[in-house]
């Protein structure tokens, strides 16, 4: 996903090089994928349910856009 779009960010984390993210995030076993720091998914899931558990998570973090201030062009 991150690859095709600019507005999310993916990073890769070898949980045994780095023992203090394994613990900050509570791994303990892998693939455990965090969203937004609020939703773990844990083992290899399909495709398809990863996507929805990203969605909600994106819906209820995903930041209000501003009206345009008065006389101001976009």
């Not at 892998?30 to 844990?42: A, E, F, G, Q, Y």
């Not at 083992?43 to 998570?57: I, N, R």
């Amino acid at each position: 996903m991150a690859q095709e779009n600019k507005l999310i960010t993916a990073d890769v984390v070898q949980a045994n090089e780095f023992p203090h993210l394994s613990q900050m995030y509570g791994v303990r076993a892998v693939p455990k994928t965090v969203i937004n720091r609020m939703l773990d998914v844990l083992g290899a899931v399909p495709e398809e349910s990863f996507l929805e558990q990203v969605l909600k998570v994106g819906v209820k973090t995903a930041p209000q856009e501003a009206p345009p201030a008065a006389g101001k062009k976009e």
